[in-house]
C-alpha cells in the first residue's frame, strides 16, 4: 500500500461531469490549507493505493504499468518527484483541458463550469459512495469515476464518455496538471486528483475511493 507521504505528493484536483448515476458525497477529511505538489494532503485511510503485500513478481497482480523512476523493490511505494506540466499544452474546447493516463484507461478534464471536471474509466471498480443502479445499463457497461468542483467529490457511473476529449494527450506518468485552482498527479498506480479543501480521489483499475 503507498505511504501516505506518497499520496502527499501525487495528489490532484478535478471537478468530475454527472451524467449517468451519481453517488452522494463521499465522507469530508477536515479542510486544511491548500497545499502544492510536495506538501500533504489529508487523505484518510481509504484514499490509498489498493495493493496489498504480493509478490511483484507475478505479473497478475503487478501495477499495469512500469516506472523506472520507481523502487522495482516496491513498486507501489511511489515517491518519485512530480513534474508540473503547462495546462496549454492540454486546451480542449470551451475552456477546459483534458487528457488520458498513459494506459489508455482513464480520461479526465477539468473545467470552468459544473460538471465539467472529473475522471472516467470502463475498467474501474464502482466508486465508494456512488449508486450506479441503472434500468439501462449494466455494471459493466457504465463507465467509473468523479465528477469535482472545488472542495466537493461526487462519485458516480456514466453512460457515456463525459471527459473524453478528442485527440486527448496522455499526462504522464510523475507529472501533474492544475487547472481552474484543481490538480491531478498521474502516478504509474493511479490518477490522485485534488478538489481542494481536504478533498480528492484516486482512480485505478483496482480503486476508485475518495474523501
Known amino acids: 500500500m ?3 507521504s506518497a499520496l502527499l505528493a501525487s495528489t490532484a484536483a478535478l471537478a468530475f461531469a454527472l451524467t449517468a448515476c451519481g453517488g452522494e458525497e463521499a465522507p469530508a477529511a477536515a479542510p486544511t490549507p491548500a497545499s502544492n505538489a510536495a506538501s500533504a494532503f ?4 481509504q484514499v490509498t493505493i489498493a495493493n496489498p503485500p504480493v509478490d511483484i513478481t507475478d505479473t497478475a497482480t503487478a501495477p499495469e504499468s512500469t516506472d523506472p523512476a520507481q523502487n522495482p523493490a516496491n513498486p507501489v511505494n511511489n515517491t518519485a518527484p512530480i ?3 503547462d495546462p496549454a499544452r492540454y486546451t480542449a474546447y470551451g475552456d477546459q483541458v483534458g487528457w488520458k493516463s498513459p494506459s489508455g484507461k482513464i480520461y479526465c478534464k477539468i473545467g470552468a463550469f459544473e460538471f465539467s471536471s472529473g475522471c472516467q474509466s470502463g475498467d474501474a471498480p464502482v466508486p465508494d459512495g456512488a449508486n450506479c443502479v441503472n434500468p439501462s445499463f449494466t455494471i459493466d457497461q457504465l463507465s467509473k469515476g468523479f465528477y469535482m468542483t ?10 457515456q464518455g463525459e471527459f473524453g476529449v478528442e485527440n486527448a ?3 504522464e506518468y510523475n507529472t501533474s496538471i492544475t487547472f ?3 490538480t491531478c498527479f498521474s502516478r504509474v498506480e493511479a490518477m490522485i486528483c485534488d478538489a481542494g479543501g481536504g478533498h480528492g480521489f484516486v482512480l485505478s483499475m483496482q480503486q476508485a475511493t475518495s474523501n
Open 42 to 45: 489529508p487523505a484518510p485511510p
Open 169 to 171: 494527450q496522455t499526462l
Open 83 to 85: 513534474t508540473p506540466v
Open 150 to 159: 472545488p472542495g466537493k467529490v461526487t462519485p458516480t457511473c456514466f453512460n
Open 2 to 4: 503507498i505511504r501516505r
Open 180 to 182: 481552474n485552482g484543481m
